[in-house]
C-alpha cells in the first residue's frame, strides 16, 4: 500500500524543486504506478497547477508538458500528422481510454520503464527532454541519466522535421504490456532503430553498417533486422523468453522498414 | 402442448436496470461501514511450520481489536467446498493451522477499526517460520517423500480413493469393455498428454463477506455466494458451533462461474465476529482472488483413442492426474468430469472404454470449481484427440465426428448408462457448419505477410445437476391483490436465474413475469437448495418451480370452489382466477387472495422439492476461425460461431448471453490465461495486470444460436446452459493454430511463444 | 487535509488523507455505484468522469481532484438510463459489478463520439473488463440504442 504523508499542489517549479530534494519525496505523474507501490511517501509533489499539461509548437519543435497525457497525443492532429500516425500507434493499446486520460508523457518517460511505448517512440523521434535543473538534452542522453536524481522533467521536445516514421509493437493480448516494441525513423537518409520492451529499456540501434545504404528492399530490411535482433540484447520475462524476442525483433523492424518505404 | 406465452421469451431480467444504472445492491454497498475490517497475514513460504508467533506489538497498535492464531482456533478439521453433505472433498482444513501449505496460506486474523490499523498490524506480526521443503510437481506428489497432509486428524467422508499419506486426494478406475484389447487391434491410436493449467474465475466482485450477531444471538452472515446453505454447514463445522446458530443470505453476487461455491473469505469474519462479538467484513484484494482462493484444478490429461482406417472410434482411454493444490477442495469431483464428460461425446461406436485418475496434494494454491468443474479439460484433451486423428486419417473433422458421436436414445456407458433422451447434437453439427461456413472456411488461407487463417472445430457436453444429489425447492404464495411470491434457495450470480425462475412460474400460472416477486437466498426464508452450481438451477430448482405452482393452482382452485359454492373438480384456473366450468361464475385472484386471509385453511403457498435421477447433458459445438501471424506467433480469433442444445432455452437473450461469456472465458483459457509458479511457489499472475483475461479486443466475432431438444425430465424440456459453454475454445483453437502452424499444441494457454517457438521447433 | 470539489453538481468539502484515492473518498460520499475490480488500473470498474473526461477513481489522489467537477453514475442516472436500456434487452448486464464503470465509459464515448462504428466502440471501451458477458451483447445493445436514436431522428 502506497502510504503519502502530505500532499502539496505547487505553485512553481522552483517550489516542487525544493520539495523533490527530500529522498522521500516524490513528484506525481499519472499516479497509474507509483499508487501500486508499497512505500511511504513523505510529500507527494502535484505539477497540476503549473499549466504543464499544454502542447505549444516553438520554432522547430512541439513543446509538450509533462503532464499532457497519453490520451492527448493520441489524439493530438498536429503530432500525429507529422509523426504519421506512430504516436497514436504507439499508445493505443495501453490498458484504456480512462488509464490513458490519466497517464503523463512525463511519468512515461520519467520512469523509464522496459515496457515503455511511449519511450520507443520517442527515441525514435529524436525527443529531447527539459530537467528543471539539468536543462535540455536529448531524450537518449537522459535514459543514460542514474535513476535517482532529484530534478524534475518539465517539457519534452519533438523536433517538427521528423522525416519517416513507423511504430510497431507485438503484444501476447491486447492492451497488455507489450513483448517488444520497435520504431524505426529516417531522417535525412539515415535510419534509426529503436528496440524495447526487450524486457528492458528502449534502446537506440543505428544503421552501423551501411546495410540500407543502397536502399530498403525486401533483402536489406531482412539484414537490417537480423542485425538489430543480434546486436541487441534481449531477457525472459514472464510474457516472453529472450529467443522468442530477438526473433520478433528481426520480424517487426524487418516489417517496419518495408511498411515506411512503402508509405513513405 | 399449449404455445407457451412467457418461457421461451427473450425477458429483460428482473434487476437488470438496478444493475446497469449503479444501484448500491452488493454486499459492500449494503452492510454498515462502521464495521470491523478482517485482513489475513498470508505465508511467505510454500511449506512452513509456525515456530513462533508473537502478536503483542500488533495487538497495541491503536484501532486493533484481535489479532488470532492456529492456537486460537478450533481443532476440528472441516472442507471448505461447498457440496452435499457428506462431501467428498476432504476435511483438511482448520480456520488456521500451524502447518502452512502454499503462499499465500492464512497465518494469523486480524480484526481492527480501519483498514490501515489493519494493514499496520499485519506488518507487526512476528512469526519465525521453519522453511520445509515443499512439493510442487504433481508428478512428484503422489508417494513422495514430502507430505502435505501428515497430520492424523485428516479425514475423508467418503470412499473415493483418498490416502492422506500418499498425497493422495482421491483415486479411481472404471471401464467398459476391454480397453487393452480393442486398443491392440485398431488400425490408429492417437496417445497423447494434454496440459490444462490452473486458471482463475476472474470474476469482477471479489470474495467478500459480512458478519454480525443478530438480535437472537446467532451469526448472521451476508456474503457474495452460490451458495447459502453450505455456507451454514461449512461455518458451523469451521467455528465448531450449531448449525442452527447460523443465518447465510446473499444480496446481488458480482459474478462466480465457481469461485463462490467454495467458502472462501467466510470463515474469517464469522470467526472474529462469534469471538468478538461485532460486526465485521472481509473483502479479499484482487491478489487475494489470485493467489488464496479456488481455481481450476490444473490437469494433466493421458488420452488414447483408437480408431479404425475409416475413422471409426472404438476405444478411448483415459487417464487424469488433477493437482489438487494444498487443499482438498472439489479434488475428488471434479476429476470425474474429465472423463466422464468427454468420452461419452463418442458413444456412437464406441467398443470400450477406461478412465482412472489420481488426484494429489501439492503445496501450490488449493483448487476449486470453475465453470465446466473438470469437462473442460478433459474435452480439451478428447477432442484435440479426435482432431488428431482426423489429421492423421486425412478425414473431415467434422464428418469423423458425425460418424461417431452419441445420437438421441443411445445408452452412455461412460456417463453411468444414462441414455440420451434429448440430443441435438448431430443438428448442432449440421447447423455450425453451416452457420459458419465449414467448407469455405476450413482449408487453410494465405493472407501474405506471414499471415494464415485457418478454422477449428470442438463439441462439447457437461451435466443438468448432479443426478441424485442436487436438491431445488421453490416456495410460491398467492399474495395480497393476486401477486405471487417466489422464493428460492438458488443463488442468481448475474446469470438470470431469478428472472428464469419467475418466467416459469409466470408460464405456469398464466401471468405476466412481472406479477411474480422473487425471493433468494437465504438460509432461514429460502426452501432448501443446493445451491447454483453444477448447472443445476435451471433444470433441478427449475421442475421444483413448476411443480410447486401446479400444487397452488390446485389448492387456488379448492378456495374458490368453496367461493363458488362448487366442488374443486368444476372449476378451472384461468391465470387471472378461477371460474365454474358451467359459467356459472368467477372469482379473481385478488379476491381468492382475500379470502385466503380471513377463516381459510387452505394454504395458498407451496413448497415443491425436486431431485433428479439423471443429469441429461446439454451438447454444443463450437467452430473457430483465427489467423496466425507466423512470423510473430501472434493468433487473432476472428470469428466463433457456436450452436447449442440445452434442451428448451427459457430465456434466449440469458442463454445466449452465458454462451457468448462462456466462450470469451473458454478463449481466455486456450490463449492467455494460466498459472505458473516459480521454483519457491511464488504464484506469478497474482493481479490483473499479469493475470491476463480477454478484452473486447481479444475475442473476434461470435454468433450463437440453438438446436433445440426436449428433454423429457427437465422443465418445459430444458438442460442446462452454464458450464457447457465454457468447453469447446480451447480444442477448436488448437485445432485451428495446428491447421495454421502444424504444430499441435497440447498444452495451455497457446501463447504467441508457444507458437512460434513451436514452428521453429518443428522446422 | 481539507478538499473541495463538486460532487454530482453539488460542492462539497470534506477532511481527507493526503493518500486517499478519489475512489473510496467517492464511495465514503454514498457514491456507491463506483467499485474497485482491481489494484492495478486494469479493470475499469471505478470509471468516473473529471471535468467531463473518463479517469479511473483508483489512480486519482482525492486531493487532486479538488476544484474540479466530478460526475459518477448517481449524478447521470437519465443519461444513463436512455442507453441500458437496450443493454439490458440482451441481457447483457449479466453480474452487474462492471456495469457503473461500463455506463460511466460508454456516456463519455457517446459525448465525444455520437455515431461510433462497432470498431470505435471497441477500441473506447477496451479498457472495461467484464467477466460475464462475453462483451458481444454489451457491443448489440450499443447498436441498438444508435439504431434508435437514428431512427428516432
Known amino acids: 500500500m502506497l502510504n503519502i504523508k502530505t500532499y502539496v499542489r505547487v505553485q512553481s517549479l522552483e517550489e516542487a524543486y525544493d520539495l523533490c530534494q527530500k529522498k522521500n519525496n516524490v513528484v506525481l505523474g499519472g499516479m497509474l504506478w507509483l499508487k501500486m507501490q508499497r512505500r511511504s511517501v513523505g510529500t507527494a509533489i502535484d505539477l497540476s497547477d503549473l499549466g504543464l499539461d499544454q502542447i505549444e509548437e516553438d520554432g522547430d519543435f512541439y513543446r509538450l508538458g509533462a503532464m499532457v497525457t497519453l490520451r492527448t497525443l493520441e489524439l493530438h492532429p498536429g503530432l500525429n500528422e507529422l509523426t504519421q500516425g506512430a504516436l497514436r500507434e504507439s499508445v493505443r493499446h495501453i490498458v484504456g481510454v480512462q488509464f490513458r486520460n490519466l497517464a503523463t508523457v512525463g511519468g512515461s518517460l520519467w520512469g523509464r520503464f522496459g515496457f515503455s511505448d511511449v519511450l520507443t517512440v520517442m527515441l525514435a523521434l529524436d525527443a529531447q527532454v527539459e530537467l528543471y535543473h539539468a536543462g535540455r538534452m536529448s531524450l537518449e542522453a537522459f535514459t543514460q541519466l542514474p535513476r535517482q536524481q532529484h530534478d524534475i522533467l518539465t517539457h519534452v521536445l519533438i523536433p517538427k522535421k521528423v522525416g519517416r516514421v513507423v511504430y510497431l509493437s507485438q503484444r501476447n493480448i491486447s492492451t497488455d504490456f507489450p513483448t517488444l516494441t520497435c520504431a524505426l525513423s529516417r531522417k535525412d537518409g539515415a535510419y534509426t532503430c529503436v528496440i524495447g520492451a526487450r524486457p528492458q529499456m528502449a534502446q537506440v540501434y543505428r544503421d552501423e553498417k551501411g546495410l540500407l545504404s543502397g536502399g530498403v528492399t525486401e533483402e536489406t530490411a531482412r539484414a537490417f533486422g537480423e542485425d538489430v535482433a543480434e546486436r541487441a540484447t534481449f531477457g525472459s520475462s514472464l510474457r516472453a523468453g529472450e529467443e522468442y524476442r530477438r526473433n520478433v525483433c528481426a520480424v517487426l523492424v524487418r516489417r517496419g522498414l518495408l511498411a515506411m518505404e512503402k508509405e513513405g | ?763 | 487535509m481539507e478538499l473541495k470539489l463538486t460532487l454530482n453538481g453539488r460542492a462539497v468539502a470534506a477532511s481527507v488523507e493526503a493518500d486517499t484515492l478519489l475512489i473510496d473518498f467517492l464511495r465514503a460520499q454514498g457514491c456507491l455505484s463506483v467499485k474497485r475490480g482491481c489494484e492495478t488500473a486494469n479493470c475499469g470498474l471505478c470509471t468516473v468522469l473529471m471535468d467531463g473526461t473518463p479517469v479511473l477513481s483508483c489512480s486519482v489522489l482525492a486531493l487532486r481532484a479538488a476544484g474540479h467537477h466530478i460526475q459518477t453514475l448517481e449524478g447521470l442516472q437519465e443519461e444513463a438510463a436512455d442507453f441500458a436500456a437496450f443493454i439490458a434487452d440482451q441481457g447483457a448486464e449479466q453480474c452487474g459489478f462492471c456495469n457503473p464503470g461500463f455506463v460511466m465509459n460508454t456516456v463519455a464515448l457517446l459525448r465525444e463520439n455520437p455515431d461510433p462504428t462497432d470498431d470505435e466502440i471497441r477500441a473506447y471501451l477496451a479498457g472495461n473488463l467484464c467477466r460475464c458477458s462475453g462483451y458481444e451483447g454489451q457491443l448489440r445493445g450499443i447498436r441498438a440504442y444508435l439504431d434508435h436514436k437514428k431512427g428516432r431522428g
Not at chain 2, 481450476?296 to 488420452?303: C, I, Q, S
Open chain 2, 1 to 763: 402442448m399449449d404455445k407457451l406465452k412467457t418461457v421461451g421469451q427473450p425477458v429483460r431480467k428482473k434487476d437488470a436496470m438496478a444493475l446497469l444504472l449503479g444501484k448500491p445492491v452488493y454486499m459492500d454497498d449494503i452492510v454498515p461501514q462502521n464495521c470491523l475490517v478482517v485482513k489475513v497475514l498470508r505465508s511467505p513460504h510454500a511449506h512452513a511450520l509456525i515456530e513462533e508467533i508473537n502478536t503483542d506489538v500488533a495487538q497495541k497498535v491503536p484501532g486493533v481489536v484481535a489479532v488470532y492464531t492456529y492456537k486460537d482456533v478450533p481443532q476440528k478439521r472441516f472442507t471448505m467446498a461447498g457440496q452435499t453433505y457428506p462431501e467428498p472433498s476432504p476435511y483438511d482444513r482448520l480456520i488456521l493451522d500451524q502447518r502452512l501449505r502454499f503462499v499465500g496460506d492464512a497465518v494469523a486474523i486480524v480484526a481492527a477499526e480501519d483498514e490501515a490499523a489493519a494493514d499496520k498490524a499485519l506488518k507487526l506480526i512476528k512469526v519465525k517460520y521453519q522453511v520445509l521443503e515443499a512439493v510442487l510437481d504433481p508428478h512428484e506428489a503422489l508417494d513422495g517423500p514430502i507430505l502435505v497432509h501428515p497430520e492424523d486428524n485428516w479425514r475423508s467422508l467418503c470412499p473415493v480413493g483418498a490416502d492422506n499419506k500418499r498425497n493422495l486426494c482421491a483415486s479411481e478406475v472404471c471401464s467398459d469393455g476391454d480397453v487393452e484389447d480393442v486398443l491392440s487391434h485398431c488400425d490408429y491410436v492417437i496417445d497423447h498428454i494434454y496440459h490444462t493449467p490452473a486458471c482463475n474465475q476472474a470474476m469482477m466482485e471479489t470474495f467478500r463477506t459480512y458478519t454480525e450477531m443478530d438480535p437472537y444471538g446467532r451469526l448472521h452472515v451476508i456474503s457474495s455466494t452460490q451458495i447459502v446453505f453450505h455456507v451454514r454447514r461449512i461455518l458451523a463445522n469451521a467455528l465448531d458451533i450449531p448449525k442452527s446458530k447460523i443465518h447465510v443470505e446473499k444480496p446481488r453476487i458480482g459474478g462466480g462461474f465457481g469461485a463462490k461455491q467454495t467458502v472462501v473469505a467466510e470463515i474469517y469474519p464469522a470467526f472474529v465476529t462469534w469471538k468478538t462479538g461485532r460486526a465485521a467484513k472481509m473483502i479479499y484484494t484482487r491478489e487475494e482472488s489470485l493467489i488464496a482462493s479456488s481455481p481450476r484444478h490444473d490437469m494433466e490429461v493421458h488420452v488414447r483413442l483408437g480408431a479404425s482406417k475409416d475413422g471409426t472410434i472404438r476405444a478411448i482411454d483415459v487417464y487424469t492426474l488433477s493437482n489438487t493444490g494444498a487443499y482438498g477442495e472439489h479434488g475428488p469431483t471434479t476429476v470425474g468430469l474429465s472423463g466422464h464428460k468427454s468420452i461419452p461425446l463418442y458413444t456412437g461406436n464406441l467398443e470400450a472404454f477406461r478412465f482412472a485418475y489420481d488426484v494429489v496434494y501439492t503445496n501450490r494454491q488449493s483448487a476449486g470449481a470453475y465453470r465446466g468443474y473438470g469437462a473442460t479439460q478433459g474435452i480439451f484433451a478428447v477432442e484435440s484427440a479426435v482432431n488428431e486423428l482426423a489429421d492423421k486419417l486425412g478425414l473431415d473433422p467434422v464428418a469423423i465426428r458425425e460418424k461417431n458421436m452419441v445420437r438421441e436414445g443411445q445408452v452412455m456407458p461412460a456417463y453411468y448408462n444414462e441414455k440420451t433422451n434429448a440430443c441435438a447434437l448431430d443438428r448442432c453439427m449440421s447447423r455450425c457448419a453451416q452457420l459458419f461456413g465449414w467448407k469455405e472456411k476450413f482449408p487453410v488461407r494465405d493472407m501474405g505477410n506471414g499471415k494464415v487463417r485457418a478454422a477449428g472445430v470442438a463439441m462439447a457436453m457437461q451435466g443438468s445437476g448432479i443426478s441424485g444429489v442436487d436438491v431445488g425447492s421453490a416456495t410460491i404464495k398467492l399474495s395480497d391483490e393476486g401477486f405471487y411470491n417466489l422464493s428460492i434457495g438458488a443463488a442468481d450470480m448475474g446469470t438470470g436465474c431469478d428472472t428464469i425462475l419467475a418466467q416459469m412460474a409466470a408460464e405456469c400460472l398464466d401471468c405476466p413475469v412481472d406479477n411474480i416477486a422473487v425471493f433468494g437466498a437465504d438460509s432461514d426464508a429460502s426452501p432448501y437448495d443446493s445451491g447454483s452450481y453444477a448447472s443445476s438451477t435451471t433444470y433441478v430448482t427449475g421442475k421444483a418451480v413448476e411443480r410447486a405452482c401446479q400444487q397452488l393452482k390446485e389448492n387456488l382452485c379448492a378456495i374458490a370452489a368453496q367461493m363458488l359454492e362448487c366442488k374443486p373438480e368444476d372449476v378451472e384456473f384461468t391465470g387471472q382466477g378461477v371460474r365454474r366450468l358451467d359459467g356459472g361464475g368467477e372469482v379473481s385472484l385478488m379476491d381468492i387472495a382475500t379470502k385466503s386471509m380471513c377463516g381459510n385453511e387452505i394454504p395458498v403457498q407451496v413448497t415443491y422439492t425436486h431431485s433428479s435421477p439423471v443429469s441429461p447433458p446439454p451438447f454444443m459445438v463450437g467452430m473457430v476461425e483465427l489467423e496466425v501471424d507466423k512470423e510473430t506467433g501472434g493468433v487473432e480469433v476472428l470469428n466463433y460461431v457456436a450452436v447449442v442444445d440445452c434442451g428448451t432455452p427459457i430465456n434466449p437473450n440469458l442463454a445466449r448471453v452465458q454462451t457468448e461469456g462462456g466462450i470469451v472465458q473458454g478463449i481466455g483459457m486456450a490463449l492467455f490465461e494460466g498459472i505458473t509458479y516459480d521454483e519457491k511457489g511464488n504464484l506469478l499472475e497474482n493481479s490483473l495486470m499479469q493475470y491476463k483475461i480477454p478484452t473486447r479486443l481479444d475475442m473476434g466475432h461470435l454468433r450463437v444460436e440453438f438446436e433445440s431438444s426436449y428433454e423429457p425430465t427437465g422443465p418445459f424440456g430444458a438442460k442446462s446452459i452454464g458450464e457447457i459453454v465454457i468447453n469447446t475454445p480451447s480444442p477448436a483453437i488448437a485445432h485451428a493454430i495446428f491447421r495454421a502452424t502444424g504444430v499441435w499444441h497440447r498444452e495451455l494457454p497457446i501463447t504467441p511463444e508457444k507458437v512460434l517457438m513451436g514452428m521453429k521447433a518443428k522446422g
